[in-house]
């Protein structure tokens, strides 16, 4: 499975940017995918994910009513979509397969147990 991300750049504070990340290598809906980001000097952030149909979708608090994740199994494609942003969503933002096709809070909770591929990352820069 290849995982790749793309959509990243630079924002003002307040703005809105929208990721994408295209699956290649298996069949797209069969599996669950989410979202990692990582600030310099911070640990790797489980921030979204979505279950197969996307019936299911997870939040962390810290983007909760300013990012949706969504997806389209035809295009094999998961979007995330950044509103609101704020400069501490600063970060290098990962498209990730986890190892569950469940996607409930604990999915997201082990970056380095529980995920099965990383897609590579793409930065996101917000500008206050």
């Known amino acids: 499975v290849q995982l790749q991300a793309s959509g990243g750049g630079l924002v003002q504070a307040g703005g809105s940017l929208s990721l994408s990340c295209a699956v290649s290598?298996?069949?797209?809906?069969?599996?669950?995918m989410g979202w990692f980001r990582q600030s310099p000097g911070k640990e790797r952030e489980g921030i979204s994910c979505?279950?197969?149909?996307?019936?299911?979708?997870y939040y962390s608090d810290s983007v909760k009513g300013r990012f949706t994740l969504s997806r389209d199994n035809l295009e094999k494609t998961v979007y995330l979509q950044m509103s609101s942003l704020k400069s501490e969503d600063t970060a290098v933002y990962y498209c990730?397969?986890?190892?569950?096709?469940?996607?409930?809070?604990?999915?997201?909770?082990?970056?380095?147990?529980?995920?099965?591929?990383w897609g590579k990352g793409t930065l996101v820069t917000v500008s206050s």
């Open positions: 990730v397969k986890p190892k569950t096709n469940f996607c409930v809070p604990r999915t997201l909770r082990r970056p380095f147990d529980d995920m099965e591929y």
């Open positions: 290598g298996r069949p797209f809906g069969s599996f669950g």
């Open positions: 979505i279950s197969t149909t996307g019936g299911s979708v």
